[in-house]
T-cell receptor
Framework: DTGVSQNPRHKITKRGQNVTFRCDPI?????LYWYRQTLGQGPEFLTY????????KSRLLSDRFSAERPKGSFSTLEIQRTEQGDSAMYLC???????????????FGSGTQLSVL | AQTVTQSQPEMSVQEAETVTLSCTYD???????LFWYKQPPSRQMILVIR??????QNATENRFSVNFQKAAKSFSLKISDSQLGDAAMYFC??????????FGKGTKLTVNP
C-alpha cells in the first residue's frame, strides 16, 4: 500500500492557461474521487469514478473541467482556460469496492495546490 | 440538501486533557453515515472515526469517540488524553443518498504542551 499519489504538488499558472493534474490511486481500488478545497473551507465533491466509468458529477464541475480515468487506474483532472477562482487545492481519494456500502473509508492523497495568477 | 456545520473555528487543549469538537448536520436521507476526518499540515485527509446512522451505539476508536444524537442531528468528537500529534484541522462529514461526502468548514485544534 503506497498510498494515493498526486502530481504535481504545486502548480502555478496564468489565467487562461490549461492545467492537468494526475492522481494514482491505491492499487486495486475501484473507486476514485476528486474534491476541491479552498482556503478556510472543507473539501467539496467534484466527481467520482467506479473503474473507468464516471458515475457522478457535481454542478461545481463546469464545462471547463474534465476528468478521465481511461483504464480504471490513474485519473486526470483538466481545467481549461483557468480563472483566478479556480485557485484551490485539488484532492484525490480512492476506496475499494464494497458490497454497495457507502461508508467505506476514503484514502486521500496530499493534493495539488493550484494558484492562478 | 445535506449541510454540515462546525461552529468552532478553533479549539485548544492541554496535552493529556480531553477536548470535544462540535458538529451538527442536516439531511433528508434516512440512511446516512457520519465521519470525522483529520487534516494535518501535510494536507492528507485521514479518517478518524465513522458512524452509521442506524446504529444507536456511539463509535469509538482508541482515544477518539463520538456522541451521536440523531434526533438533534448532532455528532461531536471527543478526544481523550490529547497528544501533540492530534494537532490538526478536523472536519466533520456526512454521506447519504450518493457517493459524495459533504464536509463542514473544519475546526483547527491546537494541543499545548
Amino acid at each position: 500500500d503506497t498510498g494515493v499519489s498526486q502530481n504535481p504538488r504545486h502548480k502555478i499558472t496564468k489565467r487562461g492557461q490549461n492545467v492537468t493534474f494526475r492522481c494514482d490511486p491505491i492499487s486495486e481500488h475501484n473507486r476514485l474521487y476528486w474534491y476541491r478545497q479552498t482556503l478556510g473551507q472543507g473539501p467539496e465533491f467534484l466527481t467520482y469514478f467506479q473503474n473507468e466509468a464516471q458515475l457522478e458529477k457535481s454542478r461545481l464541475l463546469s464545462d471547463r473541467f474534465s476528468a478521465e480515468r481511461p483504464k480504471g487506474s490513474f485519473s486526470t483532472l483538466e481545467i481549461q482556460r483557468t480563472e483566478q477562482g479556480d485557485s484551490a487545492m485539488y484532492l484525490c481519494a480512492s476506496s475499494p469496492r464494497g458490497q454497495g456500502a457507502r461508508n467505506e473509508k476514503l484514502f486521500f492523497g496530499s493534493g495539488t495546490q493550484l494558484s492562478v495568477l | 440538501a445535506q449541510t454540515v456545520t462546525q461552529s468552532q473555528p478553533e479549539m485548544s487543549v492541554q496535552e493529556a486533557e480531553t477536548v470535544t469538537l462540535s458538529c451538527t448536520y442536516d439531511t433528508s436521507e434516512s440512511d446516512y453515515y457520519l465521519f470525522w476526518y483529520k487534516q494535518p499540515p501535510s494536507r492528507q485527509m485521514i479518517l478518524v472515526i465513522r458512524q452509521e446512522a442506524y446504529k444507536q451505539q456511539n463509535a469509538t476508536e482508541n482515544r477518539f469517540s463520538v456522541n451521536f444524537q440523531k434526533a438533534a442531528k448532532s455528532f461531536s468528537l471527543k478526544i481523550s488524553d490529547s497528544q501533540l500529534g492530534d494537532a490538526a484541522m478536523y472536519f466533520c462529514a456526512n454521506q447519504g443518498g450518493s457517493e459524495k461526502l459533504v464536509f463542514g468548514k473544519g475546526t483547527k485544534l491546537t494541543v499545548n504542551p
